[in-house]
């Protein structure tokens, strides 16, 4: 077995503390490699917290891994020593459903195992995820980390990143597009980038005027204060995308008038409860409502391929493990411009 170091909540109650474990031995298909950097997802908060339900405890967080090769297996043939290597939210997938075999690991039928917080494919074994010294990953789930960008930087794209690229991608934003997005945070802070790499008129819709400033400079064209009813009322059905970042309670129902006929309403964030949505507000322009979650994994390396080309990176404040739980804190007030990154060598 290969000896581990990490942070990990020991139960629901507790916070992240200190935590030595073991993961597999390097097998013919492996990858191991030292985790440099490790991104801070609002969802490592979730799940320490059990408040998405089915939380495995003990539980090392993290699902943004940077890092670079140690050892290879004896089969491995995309990786060596030596080489800068990712992995994002998924270790391994059941490879033979529909989904998987159409390079959508995101979406297995028979339920991919995730970072951390989740189970091997022999349904058994717990994962554990980057906030740690060291990860032992099958190399068809590792990905290839450009040189040529920050590497605690690139962290973020591997969860952050990828879930607002994914459905650019999929619903085929084209230049001149208009592309709003909903919430400036960890998640709409990439969303803004990606569309204007993409070519696309980028709008941000914000509660709070005190990010325009922030939104310009990420590139964004134009900034709605969606709690100012006129400025709200002068865009009305102004686009062709709104890509909903925001993870809190919010009602669907006002943005839908923000759409051009035919357009798409796409949910990346995760709130709580749900919300109603009247029929006649799809009807009438024939919209749609619908969501994404993350990417296959070469999908994820065309991501990561498109952010070396262009010159994109996550936006992060870069912080000491011992910080963590403070950091989970100023998350939780959105005192973070945009993603926490944990400096592993401070483990």
């Known amino acids: 077995m290969v000896a581990a170091k990490g942070y990990a909540a020991q139960n629901k109650d507790t916070d992240l503390a200190p935590w030595s474990f073991e993961r597999r031995e390097v097998g013919p298909h492996d990858v191991q490699f030292d985790i440099m950097f490790c991104g801070v997802c609002h969802s490592d908060l979730h799940q320490i917290r059990d408040e998405w339900g089915g939380s495995i405890f003990p539980m090392v967080p993290g699902h943004e891994i940077v890092g670079r090769v140690v050892a290879v297996g004896s089969a491995v043939t995309k990786f060596k020593v030596g080489d800068l290597a990712g992995t994002g939210c998924m270790v391994d997938s059941c490879r033979t459903c529909e989904s998987c075999q159409h390079g959508l690991e995101q979406y297995c039928y028979n339920g991919n195992s995730q970072t951390y917080n989740g189970r091997e494919q022999d349904r058994k074994t717990p994962t554990y995820g980057g906030y740690s010294n060291t990860i032992v990953v099958n190399e068809d789930f590792v990905l290839r980390i450009p040189e040529n960008l920050d590497l605690a930087a690139v962290a973020p794209l591997l969860c952050a990143g990828i879930t607002t690229y994914s459905p650019l991608r999929h619903w085929k934003l084209k230049p001149g597009q208009k592309l709003a997005v909903l919430g400036l945070g960890g998640l709409g802070h990439m969303g803004v980038k990606f569309g204007v790499a993409m070519g696309a008129e980028v709008t941000v819709l914000s509660t709070s005027p005190a990010k325009e400033a922030d939104a310009r400079r990420l590139g964004a064209h134009n900034f709605v204060v969606t709690s100012d009813r006129e400025q709200f009322k002068k ?46 507000s799809l009807i009438m322009g024939r919209k749609s409502i619908a969501g994404s979650g993350i990417g296959g994994i070469a999908e994820t390396q065309e991501m990561l391929d498109f952010c070396a080309e262009k010159g994109i990176v996550s936006d992060i404040e870069l912080i000491n493990i011992k910080d963590i739980n403070q950091a989970y804190d100023r998350m939780l007030k959105g005192d973070v411009r945009y993603r926490f990154v944990i400096d592993m060598a401070t483990l």
Do not use: M, N, W
């Open 235 to 280: 865009v009305r059905g102004s686009f062709d995308f709104i890509l909903d970042t925001v993870s809190a309670e919010h009602d669907y129902q006002p943005y839908l008038s923000l759409l051009k006929v035919d357009g798409v309403h796409i949910c990346v964030g995760a709130p709580p409860t749900a919300s109603a949505i009247k029929a006649f």
